[in-house]
């Protein structure tokens, strides 16, 4: 077996192209995971991220383009890349008839190395479950199962897609501690989401996929501060709202987006920018009907890139 050094990417695709009849999901993707970090992947429905997640997994095949995956090519090495990745897919379908250990003892028994099943509860806090059918779990207790599958064969590599959809915040927050745990220990993970908090919370970097390509790739902070405003000023009037001219000539305002009656103005000074808006609306006698303030997230970055909020699709 060819060495493979531990300063290689954990994963790297470059010219990525998956077409279908009547789409072309992943248009020329080029991408790279580094050892260690946990990587996000973001962009709204239908912007190739499931698409991509499932060719690097090995579950699908790419019409054009080079995936290396752990210094490995699925062509060649499928084998030992099933040993050595853990996947959790966006749904993931366990026996309901099964207990929590039954089915953990089932995805042990598929890799020579791995954690004990006791480990492998404790990692994921459902001890208490044990004996339960999953049938009988709460969603954010089969998520984290779920996750305990992916992790059965000591995985150098975590995928996950949309690991916490649905989740109400305590369980989602259980997850992110699991997260947590296996990247302490040396694991590297490539998750989709579309929360921008648990981008923010979990990822070293993150790609903002739209269209089937990377249309920005960076740190959270980095990418916030590219769009050179630290904070969002929402609002709405009863009636029409200031012209947009006169919204760019405020102090502060770096861009205007409008939204269901709502006007967003991105500013890179909230101090200025929120009293020379009252004092434009009083003139006008505009009504507010709404006004609130943001830090600028990811979201905000999606919006100035594409002029589309992440689930409008």
Known sequence: MNHVPTDSPALACRGLVKRYPDVVAVAGLDLEVRRGECFGLLGPNGAGKTTTIEILEGLLDQDEGDVEVLGRRWRTDRDELRRRLGVQLQETQLADKLTVEETLRLFRSFFTDGPTVTELLDLVELGAKRASWVGKLSGG????????????????????????????????????????RFRAAGGTILLTTHYMDEAHALCDRVGIMDGGTLIALGTPRELVASIGAAHVVEFAVEGAPPADEVLHSLPGVRDVRHRDGHVALATSELHATVPALLDRLR?????????????????????SLTGRHLRDD
């Open 141 to 180: 207790q089969k998520q984290r199962l779920a996750v305990a599958c992916a992790l059965a064969g000591r995985p150098e590599l975590l995928f996950l897609d949309e690991p916490t959809t649905g989740l109400d915040p305590q369980s989602r927050r259980q997850l992110w501690d699991v997260l947590g």
């Open 283 to 303: 003139q006008d006698g505009a009504a507010l009907s709404l006004l609130g303030t943001h830090s600028a997230t990811l979201e905000d970055v999606f919006v």
